[in-house]
């Protein structure tokens, strides 16, 4: 039977990711046991209690929190009992990442609380550097050339072109309004040429827009779309350079024999062609893959001009530049649309993705002052966090760290 100090040691070491296969393998049976449930929420509280400055713990409303935090923890523990070994190894790092996270909580509510150190204690200390996150910025260039930044324009009328006004709203939504003498209801033109604009996010920006015919477009950082201020009559098509949500407005065909007017994104040599649907697509250039994943309806991907691969809700079109074969797998709907919904959510990524992610929405330089690749992280924050508490989550749960100089991001062993 093993000590209860050899497991705290080895608790410890789990969550430090620093036990070994053999650690790992001694410690997997106890965790499965129902007998040692009360141990492991003993532990749980330790460290949860030991993560928190003196001070904190002993105040009501953080013990309040830390008590249900455990509970909720002990609970994930519980639900390894009928999983077997391989169930186990699964579920810890998710455990161990909404331990992490519940701790960074924890402080920030102590803080929040305006808790006063001791003044016997009190040491002037200088604040670490910090960055904030990014937000709603982005430049509309107009079919002229004439550019407007949409971060620092007024709510109202942008601009008017070709009988449409450009609008901006006031949650900071760009719309297009078409006069009711010019061009279809559907947004298409009288002629199969139009006038093009481009909304275009910074590193650091964000934004939305509604199209001509209804259709909405989230830009993620560093991202741009290209669109007609009117479709034309055969089709509507549009260029994406970074990454996107789109919920396309279906809309009838004036082409006799044709029932629905194609909507069809290109990004790079890849076009996704739709017929009405909700769907995701990252096509950042500094990627090894362009992924287009659909969460609604029905779209056909295909490179070069083939025939392509038509996706059902859930899948997932992985395209390589360089090949022109089209992988399509399940795809982990959690994870590709966390930045839609204005979250981090890291399952066992490479660190060299989680960094890319991090330096396109906080606008910073990433340099590697250690050989990490191949190493993964765990981990899930709000994107509206500042650049610091992001990082001491991907500390906590992957062994690795950090230091921010100015706007560049060390990272290291």
């Not at 909720?72 to 009992?81: A, D």
């Not at 450009?166 to 061009?183: E, F, P, W």
């Not at 994406?240 to 009838?252: D, K, Q, W």
């Not at 994104?265 to 890849?270: A, I, R, S, W």
Request: aromatic letters at 6%; glycine letters at 8%.
């Amino acid at each position: 039977m093993e000590d209860i100090q050899e497991l705290k040691r080895l608790f410890r070491k789990y969550l430090a990711n620093e036990c070994s296969e053999e650690e790992v393998n001694r410690l997997l049976p106890h965790l499965r046991s129902v007998e040692k449930n009360h141990l492991f929420e003993e532990i749980i509280g330790e460290n949860l209690t030991e993560d928190i400055e003196d001070g904190f713990a002993d105040q009501p409303h953080i013990r309040a929190v830390l008590d249900d935090a455990r509970k909720k923890i002990v609970l994930r523990i519980g639900e390894t009992e009928d999983a077997g070994e391989a169930g186990v190894r699964s579920l810890w790092p998710r455990i161990i990442s909404v331990a992490a996270a519940v701790i960074l909580c924890i402080c920030a509510a102590a803080f929040i609380f305006n808790y006063t150190p001791r003044k016997e204690n009190t040491v002037s200390k200088a604040v670490p550097a910090d960055i904030a996150p990014g937000g709603n910025k982005a430049v509309l260039t107009l079919a002229d050339g004439s550019k407007i930044s949409l971060t620092d324009a007024t709510n109202g009328t942008l601009a008017k072109q070709s009988g449409i006004s450009v609008t901006k709203t006031a949650d900071g939504q760009i719309t297009y309004v078409i006069a009711a003498d010019q061009g279809a209801s559907d947004g298409t033109a009288s002629t199969p040429e139009a006038a093009m604009n481009t909304i275009s996010t910074p590193k650091g920006g964000q934004y939305n827009v509604v199209l001509p015919d209804g259709s909405k477009i989230w830009l993620n950082a560093a991202s741009s779309v290209r669109y007609p201020v009117k479709f034309n009559p055969a089709e509507r098509r549009v260029v994406l350079s970074g990454e996107a949500y789109f919920e396309v407005n279906p809309a009838r065909s004036l082409i006799p024999g044709q029932a629905r007017l194609p909507f069809i994104v290109e990004t790079g040599d890849q076009e996704v062609e739709v017929l009405g649907t909700h769907f995701n697509i990252n096509g950042y250039t500094d990627e090894l893959l362009v992924k287009t994943t659909l969460l609604e309806g029905k779209v056909r991907v295909r490179k070069n001009g083939t025939t392509g691969t038509i996706l059902s809700p859930g899948q997932q079109a992985q395209a390589s530049p360089r090949q022109s074969n089209i992988r399509v797998v399940t795809a982990d709907i959690k994870a590709e649309m966390a930045w839609k919904h204005n979250q981090f959510f890291f399952e066992d990524e490479p660190i060299e993705t989680i960094m890319r992610q991090i330096s396109r929405w906080y606008d910073v330089d990433i340099v590697y002052k250690d050989d990490l690749k191949g190493k993964t992280v765990w981990g899930s924050v709000t994107r509206f966090s500042n650049i610091s508490k992001v990082l001491n989550i991907l500390e906590l749960t992957g062994n690795v760290h950090f230091k921010i100089e100015g706007r560049q991001v060390i990272v290291m062993k």
